[in-house]
């Protein structure tokens, strides 16, 4: 059976001529690049290339090419998003670098790492598990899922903060409520008070502008995969120079005991093609217009949010001011566990061949909406009408 497209339930809507750049099926609306993007065909292309270039001869690209090749593209990094070459190390994910922070961090009984309510999940699942492991304990400051302003996350973290807090981490743009915390002003704080901090920007390089040794952290995790159209296991990691002596990846092998640059550029055999694929993907995003494409996707994603909240009745989980290209909605009359979300899920996914995140969060019925250069007005008016028609049952 061939899968529904939006024509067999209501008039589809007119498609952005940019979508031809994707190979993302045309006959769906995807409303989901923020979990895990998507590639346009150049940077594909570019990929193979350099698959095919390995596997000529394997062991003289491993042990010739690959080390200048790799700090080529860390050097690409540092000039799009700041700091030095030797700053920045390609990981598979942001979780995979906040694993690397937390098992870096020297931790004892009675220690604390503190974190908010809108972290990561499998962040803080991995915070947990290290903490529980060396004593110390995880504390979370309770921020409400309608949030109103930036003082109301920095207070909540300042009451939070104890003489056995020994890290910080916190979300550049969380995943739950696509909200953009005041991470610079956070930063700020903290380290007044000899508090290191890692912020989480899994969702930030090519959403937002970045000049990321301005913010003040110690350390800083995002994705390329996500806005910036690398091909995912493009996440990266800058480190703050006086911590990179003490920062190595999770995953131990011959670089270990030399450099925080060897330790990471060298873990063992594994393909390194996405991150050789840096350069490509931040082109694509350049060539889509760069800081342009941003200020018109935070546009479309504003849109798309007053649309559906006008449509549902539903309330956007953060002020405007407070969002980029992805807005999170609470919506009412459904139930909020997530047997339900994901019922809610697979209809719009095979009723009306939507693809869009739905899910519980802190007792709410939540979505989410993203905008990138392939979305279109139209699309966030067919998800309204999808979604009212399962609302109203």
């Known amino acids: 059976m061939s899968n529904p497209s939006p024509s067999d339930h209501f008039r589809t809507p007119h498609k952005s001529s940019a979508l031809a750049a994707f190979e993302l099926d045309p006959d769906r609306l995807h409303l989901n690049h923020g979990s895990y993007g998507a590639v346009p065909r150049a940077v594909r292309v570019e990929q193979d290339r350099w698959r095919a270039k390995i596997e000529r001869d394997p062991t003289r690209f491993f042990a010739d090419e690959l080390p200048p090749a790799l700090r080529c593209m860390a050097g690409h990094a540092a000039r799009r998003f700041g700091g030095r070459g030797e700053d920045w190390v390609f990981c598979e994910n942001a979780t995979a670098a906040a694993n690397a922070v937390l098992q870096s961090l020297e931790l004892g009984p009675g220690d604390e790492i503190l974190t908010t309510s809108h972290a990561y999940g499998a962040v803080l699942k991995t915070m947990t598990l290290v903490a529980g492991r060396r004593g110390a304990r995880v504390n979370q400051v309770l921020l409400p899922t309608l949030l ?27 995943s739950a409520t696509a909200t953009i915390f005041p991470v610079k002003r956070v930063a700020e704080l903290v380290r007044s008070k000899d508090i290191p901090v890692l912020i989480d920007g899994a969702h930030s390089p090519g959403q937002i502008a970045l000049d990321v040794p301005s913010l003040g952290a110690d350390w800083y995790t995002g994705n390329a995969h996500k806005w910036l159209f690398a091909p995912r296991g493009c996440g990266l990691l800058w480190t703050a120079p006086e911590r990179q002596d003490a920062t190595r990846p999770a995953v131990l092998s011959h670089g270990a005991d030399q450099s ?8 063992g055999t594994r393909d390194p093609s996405p991150w050789l694929a840096f350069e490509a993907a931040a082109q694509a995003h350049d060539g889509f217009g760069g800081d342009g494409l941003m200020t018109h996707n935070r546009a479309l994603a504003a849109l798309g949010a007053r649309i559906l909240s006008d449509a549902l009745a539903a309330r956007v989980t953060a002020p405007e001011a407070l969002r980029g290209a992805m807005a999170a909605l609470v919506l009412h009359g459904c139930p909020p566990n997530e047997e339900a979300a994901a019922d809610f899920r697979r209809s719009l996914w095979g009723r009306y061949a939507i693809t869009v995140p739905v899910y519980s969060f802190d007792g709410h019925f939540c979505l989410r909406i993203s905008a990138q250069i392939y979305n279109t007005p139209g699309d966030y008016e067919a998800l309204a009408t999808a979604c009212r028609n399962l609302v109203s049952g």
């Open 148 to 174: 109103e302003s930036e003082d109301e996350i920095l207070e909540g973290i300042e009451r939070a903060l104890t003489p056995r807090t020994r890290l910080l981490i916190v979300d550049h743009i969380t």
């Open 260 to 267: 925080y640059t060897a330790a990471f550029d060298w873990i």
